[in-house]
C-alpha cells in the first residue's frame, strides 16, 4: 500500500471524503460546528456524551463511504508524541481499495509550527512495510489531502522529514532481508552504491584486514564462505576540520553461534544481527540526502558467524586491532569481537 499527500488551499466539496479533525484533550467539538453538518456534529457529540475519552483519537463512522476522525492534542504536546499520533491514526484508520483522508489543518490548536509535519512524518514512518517477496502485491493507494493554511511545513522541514524516512527505511530494508539475500558479500555492494549521495565509502577486505591486524573481527567470519568486511562511510558536511561525530555497528548478517551453536528455536531471527550496523548506515544516507552540516563517520563489521570445518572454535585465541590477545571461550560471543577491532 502506498500514501500519496497533496497539500491543498481549500477543502473538497465531495461530501463523502473521510475528514481528520483536531480538538484539545477534552474533546470539545464547539469549535468545529463550521467545518460539520448539524447531523454530522449533533451525531458526534451524542457519542462522545457517553465514551471513555481517555483516548488519543476517535473514528465515527457516518456511512460506507464517510468517517470522520478527531484527534486530541494536549497541552504542550511534544514533537515525538505528534509524531506518534500520526502513527496512531495510521494504524487506527481501516484504509479501502483507494482512500482519500481530508486533513483540515485549520483545527489545529497546538502553537508548534511544524505540527502537521510531524504528524505526516510519524504516519509514514508507520505505514513501513516490506513486502518485497511477496507474491501478491499490495497496490492500494492512500491519498491524504492536507487543506487549510495553518501549519503548512516548511521546504526545510518537508526535507528533512523526507530525508529521515529514507533512511529509516533504508535501514529498515536492509534488516528485512533474509540471509541468503544480505550476506557480507551483497551487503557491502549496497553500500559501495551510497556513493551517489556524496558519501565517502571505503571497503577493507580479508587482504587488508589481515594486513591491519584485525583478527578478531576475521576469527568471527572464517567459517563462512563469504567474506568479512569492515566499511567507513564518511560525510564531510562541515566544510571544516572539525573532528567527526563516528557511530560504530555490528554487522553480522547471519549468526548461527557458531560451534557454540544456537538452539534451532528462533535461529531464523539471526538475519537481524546486523541491525546495528544499519542504523549506522540509515543515519548516513539521512545525513546525506538532508545535507546535514556536520563532519560525520560510520564504521561498521560486516562478517557472518558460520559453522565450517574452518570456522572458529572455543578455546581459540586471536589478536585484536589493539594488540590484545583474545581467549574466545564461546563462538556466540561474537559481537563483542567484531565491534572490538
Known amino acids: 500500500m502506498s500514501i500519496k499527500i497533496n497539500y491543498k488551499n481549500n477543502t473538497s466539496k465531495n461530501p463523502s471524503n473521510n475528514l481528520v479533525l483536531f480538538v484539545d484533550e477534552k474533546f470539545n467539538i464547539n469549535p468545529l460546528k463550521k467545518h460539520l453538518s448539524n447531523f454530522e456534529f449533533s451525531f458526534i457529540n451524542d457519542l462522545l456524551k457517553t465514551s471513555d475519552l481517555n483516548k488519543n483519537l476517535f473514528v465515527f463512522e457516518l456511512s460506507s463511504k464517510k468517517k470522520i476522525v478527531l484527534v486530541s492534542i494536549k497541552k504542550n504536546i511534544k514533537d515525538s508524541d505528534i509524531e506518534n499520533l500520526g502513527a496512531e491514526f495510521y494504524g487506527r484508520v481501516n484504509y479501502g481499495k483507494n482512500s482519500q483522508y481530508l486533513i483540515n489543518s485549520d483545527t ?40 487549510g493554511n495553518k501549519n503548512k511545513p516548511s521546504a526545510n522541514n518537508l526535507l528533512k522529514f523526507k530525508a529521515l524516512e529514507e533512511g ?8 528485512s532481508e533474509p540471509g541468503n539475500v544480505l550476506h557480507p558479500d551483497e551487503y557491502t555492494k549496497r553500500l559501495r552504491s551510497l556513493k551517489k549521495y556524496g558519501l565517502n565509502i571505503k571497503v577493507y577486505d580479508e587482504k587488508k584486514l589481515k594486513k591491519l591486524g584485525m583478527n578478531a573481527l576475521l576469527g568471527v567470519g572464517q567459517g563462512s564462505i563469504r567474506g568479512s568486511y569492515l566499511v567507513t562511510i564518511e560525510w564531510n558536511g562541515a566544510k571544516n576540520n572539525l573532528k567527526p561525530l563516528a557511530f560504530v555497528g555490528k554487522g553480522v548478517c547471519f549468526d548461527t553461534g557458531g560451534y557454540s551453536l544456537k538452539p534451532a528455536k528462533f535461529m531464523e531471527d539471526m538475519t537481524y544481527d546486523m541491525a546495528g550496523s544499519a542504523v549506522v548506515v540509515g543515519l548516513m544516507k539521512n545525513l546525506a540526502l538532508r545535507k546535514a552540516k556536520i563532519n560525520a563517520v560510520g564504521v561498521v563489521g560486516i562478517v557472518e558467524n558460520m559453522v565450517s570445518g574452518n570456522a572458529q572454535r572455543p578455546g581459540d585465541i586471536v589478536k585484536s586491532y589493539s594488540g590484545k590477545t583474545i581467549e574466545v571461550l564461546n563462538t556466540d560471543a561474537e559481537g563483542r569481537l567484531v565491534l572490538a577491532d
Open 108 to 147: 489545529i490548536i497546538s502553537k508548534d509550527k511544524s505540527f502537521i509535519g510531524h504528524f505526516l512524518h510519524g504516519l509514514k514512518l508507520k505505514s513501513y512495510e516490506f513486502n518485497k517477496y511477496k507474491s501478491k502485491k499490495d497496490t492500494r493507494l492512500v491519498t491524504i489531502n492536507v487543506f
Open 168 to 175: 529509516t527505511f533504508y535501514a529498515r530494508d536492509l534488516v
